[in-house]
C-alpha cells in the first residue's frame, strides 16, 4: 500500500487535531482518500469545496496516488 | 525581491515601492487590505493567518507577474501577512508601476482580486463575543454535503489548472 | 486636514495616508503620479507645476468629496506638488479609504482623472535638447485657430459649472 | 470705464510677460475682455480652448464685467 504524507490546513487542521500525518493507503486517488479521511477525522467540508495540490502542485483529484506523495487538501480560502 | 512574499511582521509600504519605482514610470497603484472591526455583521477583534506556504508563493509570483505582462505595467509585487492580525493592521499589501495611471490601476485591482480568491491562505476571524471561525469554511462545512450558501466564485480553480483540478 | 492640498516638499506618502485610516476601513488604495522620463516622444529632464492656486483647492477639495460620497468611501485626500520637479519625483499623490477595496479603487481613480482635467493647473516641460513647452497648450496656440489636433476631454467644464462656462 | 485685475498664469504668464496686471477696459464681458488682451499681448490660445474665473470661481464668457473684478483666463490645464 502506498504511503503517503498529508498536511492540513486551517479548518481541516482543526478537525484532524494534527498539522500532518503519515498514512498508509488503499485509496487510489486524491478524491478516495479524502472520503477515507473525512470518515476518520470528521471532516465536514465536502470534497466538491476542496482543491487538492500534490507534492505542492494543484492536480487533479483522480491523479493515481504514489508511494511518498505529499497531500493537501485545501479548503476554501480567504487570503486578502 | 520576489514578486510575491509572506511576512510576519508589519507591512512597511514606503520601502516596499521603492524598489519598483523606474524613471518610465508616469505611474504607481498601490492597495492595502487592512483587518476590519466589521465582518457580515459580526464583530471582529482579531484574527489569525495561515498559508500553504510554498504553494502561495509560487502562484502569488505567476499571479503578480502575469497581471504586470498582461496590462503593460512595469514592476509589481504584492506582501501578505501571517499569524495574529489586529483592526487596522495591513493583511496584504500590492504595488504596481506602469507607464500611465490606467495599467497601474488594472495591475493592481487584478492582482488583489487573485490574491484574494485564488492562494492557498486563510484567515480565522475572532469575534466579540468569544466566537471564532475560519472564513469561507464554516459555513460551507455547516451546510454540507448541500452547501447551498457558499460562494463558488471563491473557489476557483487556477487557469493553468483548469475545472479538471476541481473535484 | 484639506482633502486637497498643494505642496512645495516632497510628498510623504505615510504621513498622508495615516489620518485616512479608521477600524471600518478594509480597503486602502493610493495612486502615485510620478515625473516619466519620456512624454509623447521627447526625452524629460525637469518641470515645473504652477497652479491658480485658490481656485485649484476649492475645486480640489469638492472633487475628493464627491468622489468619497459617490462610491461610498470613508475618507481621502489629494496632495499635488508645486515648482520645480525632477524625473521620479511624486507630482500628485491620492489615498482614498473604504470598507471594501472596491470603492476604494473607484473613488482613487474618480480623483485622479478629475484632478489631471479639471483642475487649474499647469505644468511645463523641459526637454533633453534644450527646448521646453507648456503642455497642452504649446499645441493649441500653435494651430489656432483651428486647432484641429487640440483634445478636447482634457479642458472639460466642471459639472458644477456646465458648458456655459466654456466659451 | 470699470477698472479690472488680471491674473496670468503659465503660456499667458510667458506672452503677457507679467503675472498681473490692471486694466480700464471698455469690454463689457470676460470673452471681450480676453479679445482685447489678445491683440495687446499676441496671446495665440483661442478663447474656445480657454475657460474663465471671475473673483476666484468659473463662470460664463458673457457674464458682465463689474469694477474691481478679478479675472483669470484659465490655459488649457495639465495637473498630475
Redesign the interface.
Known sequence: MPRVNLRYYALLREQAGRQTETVDTAAATPAALYAELAARHGFRLPASQLRVAVNAAFCDWQRPIEDGDEIVFIPPVAGG | MNAFEFSTAPVD??AL?APL?R????????????????NEGRRVIALD????E???I?QGARIVEAAIARHGAIAGRCV?RLGPLG??DV??WVGVAA?H?AE??AA??EI?DA??????????EHYADGDSG?????H???H??A?AG?DYS??R??P??GD????
Not at chain 2, 23 to 38: H, I, K, Q, T, W
Not at chain 2, 134 to 138: A, G, H, M, P
Open positions: 509600504a514606503a515601492a519605482v524613471p518610465a514610470a508616469g505611474g504607481f497603484a498601490a492597495f492595502e487590505g487592512r483587518v476590519r472591526d466589521l493567518y495561515e498559508a500553504f510554498a504553494l502561495a509560487e501578505h483592526v487596522g493583511a496584504v507607464p495611471r497601474a490601476f493592481c485591482r488583489i490574491i484574494k480568491h485564488r492562494l492557498p491562505i486563510w484567515k480565522k475560519w472564513v469561507n469554511c464554516e460551507a462545512a455547516a454540507a454535503p452547501a457558499f471563491r473557489q480553480a487556477l493553468e489548472v479538471a483540478g476541481q473535484a
